[in-house]
């Protein structure tokens, strides 16, 4: 029996919460330490305030294989500042009440991962207040160990669907994520990006197969896309473009107020037109 | 056969660890490499390249002058140094260049340290009319100029990366990148037996002609095995090649031998990840990893580029656990000193990488047998370092 405030139950909390307010679920994603801890702290802070529904906060690793020139940037910034798992979790723990209610999942690569051991991870995961973990170069078929690490901790895995995914293994992915299933939204890596491809066969597909919450994510930029995909999942995912937008200010002081007030806009992008509200399959 | 050989396991390494948008098409390159490796055409196709266009069988040269007063075996040298473009990775790029052309793809992609790979890609793709674009560090380009002419010159794309350490692991991930959003027309040609499964098989599938020509060419002119069988491990392609033919042979000694650099007791000093590093996931396969205790890849340091990369072949990792290989370490001065006394001695000038492997040899043959046949795998010429040395780092004797 997982209790009611568990992990999960928070993370599922969210997005019903969006769903009644007619809205996709806000996520914002920022890497732990970019460009220091001191900074980050506050940027975390101000996504927080600019409207996040669940925040996905990047554990750097020096070799990001999914993630393009922003977030691999970010990241190399983040370890140079010294920045690790611990430091990452310990970052969660002393924001505290500033993060309000809004689940924190963690996005890193497995080699952190098993070097501090799944099954500690997990551990310290639960102990800081972190609801999941994204892992990206862990597919289905390596997933189990990680999976099962996590839920025993009542903490959710996430899993993700490409364009390339063939149906039948979308539906088996879908199956096997908990918390969400992230669908990305093209071919390649992280990255801000014009346009969104066509993937609302793929989101229908994975409807009829799991009622876990569908977030799409990789590549989503304008508040043009986050209206477009709001109308269709249950979230948004927005990375790079908030690395970006932190990044291009000449201070931190700047960056805190940009990235908050680009968090509002995407925000209000995740309300739905009532006109498309109506198409939507809720994932109650 | 262990439970886990469907999925590309060596014993408890290998795998799959990629991003979702990978698993398709690394399952379509799968699926095609099962079909041609079953196919005797496509082994025929292969073999006239390499007989008419790389100039294969490449000779086994037993040495008569190394060593020769001191007790010992002589060693016999493979000569990968002899094929076109000077080194084995010809053999790996043609393969998985035809390939390609058998899965329809009009685009090659390649990641390269030295650039041995880049040159050998860009040959290939010159040979089988498809356009190249090869990922390499910018400190890499600098350091290895001439093989970014090379490549340049033989009609290819040479695309600078400034990530990192703008090495080999720089440029391996950018390629990486790259593959995930062009696969559907694009050919990946990883250089090494790493990453990934299926490359760390499909590589070794094409390098195991190293290792099938000198068993049978040790039974044609030595009349018998070698005693032991000594290749250099990067990535770990040559090695691996060489390894494959004598695996079943119980009685023949193999060895594989990395960089030690300036010493094995620092990250960063040495690219010796069987020997000093610990087990890890790098580049899409669990395996033996240089990294720190935070699992951050290390830095890496080798006198040869080849050789400089923070992993090794998840088939090199099983073979070690298993005992089947033992794994040394031989530092740059030297892998050096070989480099120099082989091309005095011989009058052959081999890779840098290839000098570890001959610089360990002759620290174990003291303690062989002097009847002992020793087979070191040669795996390519200096020539591409000799401009480097030339130009005074570090000076020669």
Known sequence: MRPSFGPEALVSAAFSRCSRQGRAAFLPFLVAGDPNPLVSKELLAAVARGGADLLELGIPFSDPLADGPAIASASARALAGGMSLAGALRLVRD????????????????????????????????????????????????????????????????????????????????????????????????????????????????????????????GVSHVRAVRQLAAQADGVIVGSALVECAAAARDSVEAIEAVASRCRELARGCLRQPAVAGNLAASE | MNGHSSRGYFGEFGGRFVPEVLVEPLRALETAMDDAFGDPA????????????????????????????????????????????????????????????????????????????????????????????????????????????????????VKAVDAGARTLKDATNEAFRDYAATAEHTAYVVGSAVGAHPYPTLVRGFARTIGDEARAQCLEQFGRLPEHVVACVGGGSNAIGAFAAFLEDQQVGLWGVEAGGVGLDRIGDHAASLSAGSIGVLHGARTFVLMDEEGQIGATHSVSAGLDYPGVGPEHAHLKSSGRVRYGAVSDDEA????????????????????????????IRQKLDPEALVLVICSGRGDKDVARLALGAPALR
Request: hydrophobic letters at 45%; charged letters at 20%.
């Open chain 2, 42 to 157: 496509f082994w025929e196709e292969y073999r006239l390249v390499l007989r008419d266009y790389v100039g294969r069988p490449t000779p086994l040269t037993a040495l008569r002058n190394l060593d020769a007063e001191s007790s010992g075996p002589r060693l016999v040298l493979k000569r990968e140094d002899c094929n076109h473009t000077g080194a084995h990775k010809i053999l790996n790029a043609l393969g998985q260049g035809l390939l390609a052309k058998r899965m329809n793809k009009v685009r090659l992609i390649a990641e390269t340290g030295a650039g041995q790979h880049g040159v050998a890609t860009a040959t290939a793709g010159a040979l089988l009319r498809l356009p190249v674009e090869v990922y390499m560090g910018s400190a890499d380009m600098e350091r290895q100029a001439l093989n970014v002419y090379l490549m340049r010159l033989l009609g290819a794309t």
């Open chain 2, 336 to 363: 050096l000193d070989a480099f120099c006394d082989l091309a005095r001695a011989e009058g052959i000038v081999p890779a840098l990488e290839s000098a570890h492997a001959i610089a360990f040899s002759r620290k």
């Open chain 1, 95 to 218: 924001l505290g009440k500033r993060l309000g209610e809004i689940p924190v999942l963690g996005f890193t690569y497995y080699n952190v991962l098993l070097t501090h051991g799944l099954e500690s991870t997990a551990q310290s995961f639960a102990a800081c207040g972190l609801c999941g973990v994204i892992v990206p170069d862990v597919p289905l078929e390596e997933s189990g160990p990680l999976r099962s690490a996590f839920a025993r901790y009542g903490l959710v895995v996430p899993m993700l669907v490409s364009p390339t995914t063939p149906p039948d293994r979308a539906v088996r992915i879908a199956q096997a994520a908990s918390g969400f299933v992230y669908v990305v939204s093209r071919a390649g890596v992280t990255g801000t990006h014009a346009g969104i491809g066509e993937i609302r066969a793929q989101i229908e597909l994975l409807r009829r197969a799991t009622a876990t919450p569908i977030v799409v994510g990789f």
